[in-house]
């Protein structure tokens, strides 16, 4: 699978037969980035809202393993919202991407992997600071 510059929703091929279910990820294969970070969410409130910020090097792709949950990304100047109900299926979201997760079921588990090692100083906060430098990233056509 090639690299993206686009939000993509993934389905994974679910290996069943008699015993149970098994999905396979694998980087640059059927999930598009070289991974080298995992973290799952879980014991989560239903009014729980997360995320709330944009990565500048962080991609992400988010798989509920267990219940549901929703995750919106403003992405071409809209809000998409995103279910994620299912262990077979993955939001891709590409860097410098507005992003917030809500509405987890009691029981959801979701699994966040990415490319980047885990660092504070490539979070953005604040929205109309990532609108900024999102347009000036833009602008230079840097995508
Ligand atoms: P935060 O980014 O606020 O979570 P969310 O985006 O789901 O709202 O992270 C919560 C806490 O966990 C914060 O103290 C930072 C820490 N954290 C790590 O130590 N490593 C990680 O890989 C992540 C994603 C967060």
Redo the contacts with the bound molecule.
Sequence with gaps: MEKSNHPLVIKFKNNLDSNGSLVSLEELKNIPFELK?L?Y?FNTSNDAR????ANRNSEFLFICLQGSCKVNYFYDSTIHEVILDNPTTGLYLPKMIWKE?YEFSKDSILLVLTNTL?D?DE?IRDFDLYLKEYQEIYEKNKF
């Design positions: 970070r973290f969410i997360r995320g709330k910020h997760m885990y504070k979070y």
